[in-house]
């Protein structure tokens, strides 16, 4: 893992840059703009010139510390995998500590209101559906590293020693550390979660992003690219249902706040989790069992504004599906595919506890580095832990009307 305690200068990355593309050896300094690009993990830059070269725009990514979540030289395999599959950004050059990577043109990150907006949501599952059927040559030993990891004694052994360092932390942090330690010290609690992922637990391993928040999407203007994952750092083996329910998550933190600490909690769409849930349960699905793109189409023409914030309008929903699936499945088979529905959502539902709880660690354990970023990691971490705690509460209450 990259243990640099400084970062790349402009100049070294001009210098770089025109080392691996000759067009650019002559181009004036003065004539290349650098400008920094959104990301909490590597630190990632758009280089442009105006000079007519080729490439005229590359994404710069100089490789960041996150030790102990992120494997740099898997997360190579995959880019490069991925890029030679054309699903993802072209990869342009690549050394030990950068990439170079094709700029997505004409791509923006969708805000949380498209986060959150049903049609969006349900291509989002189609291209998720494509993501996971990828076979990538990386280890797949038949178990979750991110959920093992996650609940594993050794990360909370290492979350909690980092924690003890008290003199790293302001007097706000080290309150809001205190919760996070009671969460540390409450083996039941670890138990009941330990317990509870493993309920029901009939899913394949596929090839998951594992950090789908709107700064690793771009839309674009592109038909058969309208959705592009970008940043694959975290990818691996795991269920999809983590995949769904950490995309659900990340749904509800917008990225892109203007004002210190420059991101902040979407109520509206965290509220809505168990509806968007079951819709996004559905939509993965139909993604899958769908045989044409004429049926896909005659699905997201039902969608309507609150398709997934409404129960009454999903339940309208689902009755208008059914009646185009009864077409050409039995009653039998659509029956199934529905129980498939309600086994996913529970699933995301459940997940979305361990994806929240995941970036609580990598909060801590990032926080005061010598080369991490200059972000408020533990403000974020205890973001994701009150999030972690509401699911936690709605689960248990859920169990108790079962």
């Known amino acids: 893992m990259n243990s640099r305690s400084t970062h790349l200068t402009e100049y070294a990355i001009k210098h770089i840059i025109a080392d691996q593309f000759t067009s650019w050896q002559t181009i004036?300094?003065?004539?290349?703009q650098i400008s920094r690009l959104a990301g909490l993990t590597n630190i990632t830059y758009k280089v442009e010139t105006q000079v007519e070269v080729m490439p005229r725009t590359i994404v710069f990514r100089e490789f960041g510390n996150a030790e102990g979540f992120v494997d740099s030289k898997q997360e190579r395999i995959i880019f490069k995998t991925i890029s030679d599959l054309e699903l993802g950004p072209r990869q342009l050059q690549c050394g030990d500590i950068w990439r170079m990577e094709e700029f997505v043109t004409n791509g923006v990150h969708p805000t949380n209101e498209k986060m959150g907006s049903p049609l969006f949501q349900f291509k989002s599952m189609?291209?998720?559906?494509?993501?996971?059927q990828m076979e990538i040559p990386i280890?797949?030993?038949?178990?979750?590293l991110i959920l093992n990891k996650t609940l594993s004694k050794n990360m909370k052994h290492n979350v909690m020693r980092k924690i003890e360092k008290r003199d790293l932390y302001t007097d706000?942090?080290?309150?809001q550390l205190e919760n996070i330690e009671q969460l540390l010290n409450n083996d039941e609690e670890f138990k009941y979660l330990e317990e509870?992922?493993?309920k029901e637990n009939d899913e394949e391993l596929k090839f998951c992003h594992n950090d789908l928040n709107?700064?690793?999407i771009f839309s674009t203007t592109k038909k058969d690219k309208e959705i592009v994952f970008i940043d694959y750092e975290y990818c691996s083996y795991n269920y999809p249902s983590y995949d769904i329910a950490n995309f659900l998550n990340e749904s509800a933190i917008n990225y892109q706040y203007e004002e210190e600490p420059f991101y902040q909690l979407v109520d509206e769409n965290f509220d809505t989790a168990p509806i968007q849930a079951h819709y996004l349960a559905l939509s993965y699905l139909l993604h899958q069992v769908c045989q044409d793109n004429n049926e896909i189409n005659s699905i997201a023409g039902l969608i309507t504004q609150k398709t997934n914030k409404n129960?009454?309008?999903?339940?309208?929903?689902i009755s208008l599906i059914k009646q185009i699936l009864a077409q050409r499945m039995n009653e039998q088979q659509i029956n199934e595919l529905?129980?498939?529905?309600?086994?996913?959502?529970?699933?995301?539902r459940r997940l979305q506890m361990i994806s929240n709880l995941n970036w609580v660690w990598w909060s801590v354990l990032l926080a005061h580095e010598k080369n991490s970023l200059n972000f408020e990691y533990i403000d974020y971490g205890f973001l994701r832990f009150k999030m972690f705690e509401r699911l936690l509460e709605l689960e248990k209450e859920r169990k108790t009307i079962e």
């Open 311 to 317: 129960k009454d309008e999903l339940n309208t929903f």
């Open 196 to 198: 509870m992922i493993q």
């Open 172 to 175: 706000v942090e080290l309150k």
């Open 139 to 144: 280890p797949n030993d038949g178990t979750s």
């Open 338 to 348: 529905f129980q498939s529905v309600s086994y996913l959502k529970r699933r995301i």
């Open 214 to 216: 709107q700064l690793n």
């Open 126 to 132: 189609g291209v998720l559906q494509k993501f996971h």
């Open 28 to 32: 004036n300094p003065s004539e290349i």
